[in-house]
């Protein structure tokens, strides 16, 4: 990797805005209740004949459908109101057939982990306006899913995978041997859900003849146990299965489904015995089952294609890293009848591939010293790849296809961050637009990228915000002390004063492919902060996205040490600035970025007065195997590091003031990181201050906690860190 050296001093851009001129104060209870927050649609779902979109009404009463051509609502498919048999106050969500015959709709959705949830189920017949429960049997269902003909549904009940024939109004069981804290069916256990982002383990052949679905048997993974303090005199306890680094995974295996024989076959894939499935999917060829794999190491990827009669596999893709494989690019595979197209690091920037389906590479699409940030997909007909990237600048995303001539066209017409959703047949784009002035613009676009209609400006949002008084981003940039040059924003006090130093804040995330600094819409808590008198800062260190293989990979083995160097540089650079007090210099992260506070708090030889850990890791073999081995391999092959990169090891050596927080029910960085480090800054000798939220998970979600947690905040770096004239 090259490395550009360059004066040390700011370098902005020239599209910031350095405030707003209103004459109202910005407040917090405002901010934390989302005042500000962009108005966003809801989930938008395509039709099968790719020329409507459908939503659910903000009242959750009615599923509207659109027009991609004009953006006009063209019909009302579901309204609670007008159905027969069954009424309910409002529906969580839906999905509609291929058909339009049948929609589910479901209600009183509770969450399981982080992304899945369980809910009550409907089956809406279109044509007779009859709703009903799906299921014969009372209680709450996961993973509704329909078949590509729409005559069935496939949906699982207390982790075994059932079937509803929804033509003859029969239910019937594909798995029996679900089981607590021993077998799950079609869904996916803790891990698997939070590191891989999947819920749903089922794939319906494109005939609807097949379903496939993985089973995970998780009967030796260690489970993880804590209380959970309910009113009543003695506490409760929440127990789920949780593997830490190097302990016992699920072991996967992939089954089939035969609807017509109801027979059930294990396809052939050949996988190490900690080796992982994220992903199992059918193409649009019904013998051809899609299974991804990756070795426990996370460097190996596999697809295989299984058929699902002979349960015969043939290796079709593999890649591999130095490092790792990047499994939510893999994930994003876009097949069609002849080829498919993927994203791959093997030239040191994520590019895609087009490969045919006997798995022959035919061409590499992009290429370029930029990343690709994601693939939306392949048309086969005109074999255009439609994609997402960061070619302008790391800090910003547009959107574009290319042809099967190579000619290259940008779709996204704004400057910023840009998302595309297109429908079927790549004939239309919504495209969702911000950066750090604008809020949310939605728009829908051809497929030369015109714009047909505006879905949302946030006109209403804007008109807020111009009559409120506060500063605006501005992007800077700065070299470390290797030379490795890093992106940072700064946001300065309204009322900033050139001649006065300042008390300065540096908020970070820092985990690996992550970016902080985005030119992008977000009116968050640290606004105030600056407004409070503080001059807050945030810089994307090395190990950090959308800058190539080896800036993204280089804390491999050993996260936390280069991270924490490039947020020690930053300070170092701040204290440099005549407007910071170089004495007053405070850090402040959450969950990776709580490590990363406590890692260059105990490295930085003072730099920092003052930080707040929220939710950190303490210690990498606390937390989870597959996220922590694909960046550090298992403590067993990788001891001398998890020593080397544990703020609990070197918790005598933390210099500074520090807020430590923690929620006691964070099933994601368990309560018992918080527990273990402030024993050992005790027996260290060490002061601190500690903030703990009873009940609370990982992110400490209702709007009560986060009042208080950043008013909580302030008042410790008010004490810290005192502002003139605060």
């Known amino acids: 990797m090259k490395k550009v050296k360059i004066p040390l001093f700011f370098l902005l851009f020239s599209f910031s805005i350095q405030s707003q001129t209103g004459n109202q104060p910005l407040l917090l209870k405002d901010i934390v209740e989302k005042k500000y927050a962009s108005e966003a649609l809801s989930e938008m779902q395509q039709t099968a004949d790719g020329e409507h979109y459908t939503t659910l009404s903000a009242d959750g009463k009615a599923i509207l459908k659109y027009a991609y051509k004009t953006g006009r609502l063209t019909d009302t498919l579901f309204h609670v109101d007008k159905v027969r048999e069954t009424r309910l106050e409002r529906i969580d969500g839906y999905a509609v057939d291929s058909r339009g015959y049948r929609i589910l709709v479901w209600n009183e959705k509770e969450p399981v982990y982080r992304r899945s949830w369980q809910a009550k189920v409907y089956d809406y017949d279109v044509r007779r306006n009859f709703l009903k429960p799906l299921s014969d049997t009372d209680g709450k269902v996961m993973v509704p899913t329909f078949s590509p003909d729409g005559r069935m549904v496939a949906f699982v009940r207390d982790r075994n995978i059932w079937l509803k024939k929804l033509d003859y109004d029969t239910e ?60 009543s005199l003695y506490p409760g306890a929440c127990s789920y299965k949780y593997p830490k680094a190097g302990q016992n995974n699920s072991k996967m295996a992939c089954f089939v489904f035969n609807i017509e024989t109801k027979d059930t076959k294990q396809m052939n894939i050949p996988l190490d015995e900690d080796g992982y499935i994220p992903c199992i999917r059918f193409t649009e060829n019904p013998d051809q089952l899609a299974v991804m794999t990756l070795n426990r ?174 500063s605006q981003k501005t992007f800077f940039t700065f070299s470390n002390e290797t030379g490795e040059v890093l992106n940072g924003w700064m946001i300065k006090p309204s009322s900033f004063n050139e001649n006065k130093p300042y008390p300065a804040v540096l908020i970070q995330y820092s985990g690996p492919d992550s970016q902080e600094v985005l030119d992008k819409y977000n009116l968050d808590w640290y606004y105030y902060l600056a407004e409070k008198g503080y001059v807050v ?105 998890y020593d080397l990169c544990s703020p609990l090891k070197m918790a005598g050596r933390l210099q500074g003031n520090l807020l430590l927080v923690h929620g006691t029910a964070d099933d994601n960085v368990h309560y018992q990181n918080a527990l273990y480090y402030s024993e050992a800054l005790v027996e260290a000798g060490k002061n601190f201050e500690m903030q703990i939220y009873s009940n609370k998970n990982h992110s400490l979600p209702d709007t009560k906690t986060r009042n208080h947690l950043y008013t909580r905040i302030l008042h410790f770096l008010d004490k810290q860190l005192p502002a003139s004239g605060n």
């Open 172 to 231: 019937s069981p594909v798995t029996k041997d679900g089981a607590p804290g021993r077998i799950l069916n079609g869904i996916a256990d803790w891990v698997y859900e939070e590191e891989f982002m999947q819920t749903n383990l089922m794939s319906w052949s494109a005939d609807s003849r097949f379903l496939a679905f993985l089973k995970s048997d998780e009967t030796e993974v260690p489970a993880f146990t804590f209380q959970v303090f309910d009113g």
């Open 537 to 641: 800062v945030s810089v994307d260190g090395r190990g950090t996205g959308a800058r190539g293989e080896a800036f993204r990979k280089c804390t491999y083995l050993r996260l936390g040490l280069l991270e924490s160097d490039d947020q020690i540089a930053a300070a170092k650079y701040l204290s440099q600035q005549p407007f910071v007090d170089k004495n007053r210099i405070a850090i402040w992260g959450w969950s990776y970025g709580g490590f990363i506070t406590l890692m260059s708090m105990s490295r930085g030889n003072g730099i920092f007065h003052a930080g707040i850990a929220i939710a950190p890791l303490v210690d990498w073999r606390f937390y989870d195997s597959v996220y922590t081995e694909r960046f550090m391999r298992t403590p067993q092959e990788n001891f001398a590091n």
């Open 297 to 470: 190491h996370q460097n190996h990827f596999n697809m295989y294609f299984a058929n699902p009669k002979s349960t015969v596999s043939k290796l079709v893709f593999h890649d591999e890293s130095e490092y790792y494989i990047d499994s939510h690019r893999m994930l994003s595979i876009a097949f069609s009848p002849t080829h498919f197209a993927c994203v791959s690091e093997r030239d040191g920037f994520a590019h895609i591939y087009l490969y045919s389906m006997t798995g022959v590479l035919e061409k590499q699409v992009t290429s370029g010293d930029w990343d690709v940030t994601r693939l939306y997909g392949f048309d086969p007909g005109t074999k255009t790849v439609y994609y997402q990237s960061a070619e302008e600048s790391p800090l910003r995303r547009s959107v574009y296809k290319v042809d099967a001539k190579g000619n290259k066209t940008k779709l996204s017409t704004r400057t910023g961050t840009n998302q595309a959703a297109f429908s079927p047949g790549f004939r239309y784009f919504v495209n969702s637009f911000s950066n750090t002035e604008t809020p949310l613009f939605v728009s829908v676009h051809d497929e030369k990228g015109k714009e047909l209609a505006v879905l949302t400006d946030n006109s209403a949002l804007r008109a807020r915000l111009a009559a409120v008084r506060f």
